[in-house]
Nanobody, 118 residues
């Protein structure tokens, strides 16, 4: 049973930073691809960041390039998303996902809410 537990969401002012974490269990974390997606109110789900294998290149959505950084700690089975220079349009529920960019997405976390106030 794969479990993904996101944390670190909350409210931040525009220009601020947050770091999201996703604890993964039920899979060998170092051998799986991971992604972050987000969904803003009334909008479609949007790709944020992801890789195709652990240690491989990391891809970013255009709206977050240069501001967000995805990383992983294989020893802790944890995926991170460092979000800097945040904007009100980053307000969304953020999901961590087991799956590689463009390769299919198998498991989704429950999501963590991020609100950026202007």
């Amino acid at each position: 049973q794969v479990q993904l537990v996101e944390s670190g969401g909350g409210e931040v002012q525009a220009g601020g930073s947050l770091r999201l974490s996703c604890a993964v269990s039920g899979r060998t974390f170092s051998s799986i691809a991971m992604c972050w997606f987000r969904q803003a109110p009334g909008k479609e789900r949007e790709f944020v960041a992801g890789d195709r294998w652990s240690g491989g290149s990391i891809y970013y959505g255009d709206s977050v390039k240069g501001r967000f950084t995805m990383s992983r700690d294989n020893a802790k089975n944890t995926l991170y998303l460092q979000m800097n220079s945040m904007k009100p349009e980053d307000t969304a529920v953020y999901y961590c996902v087991v799956g590689g960019v463009g390769l299919g997405y198998d498991y989704w976390g429950q999501g963590t809410r991020v609100t950026v106030s202007s």
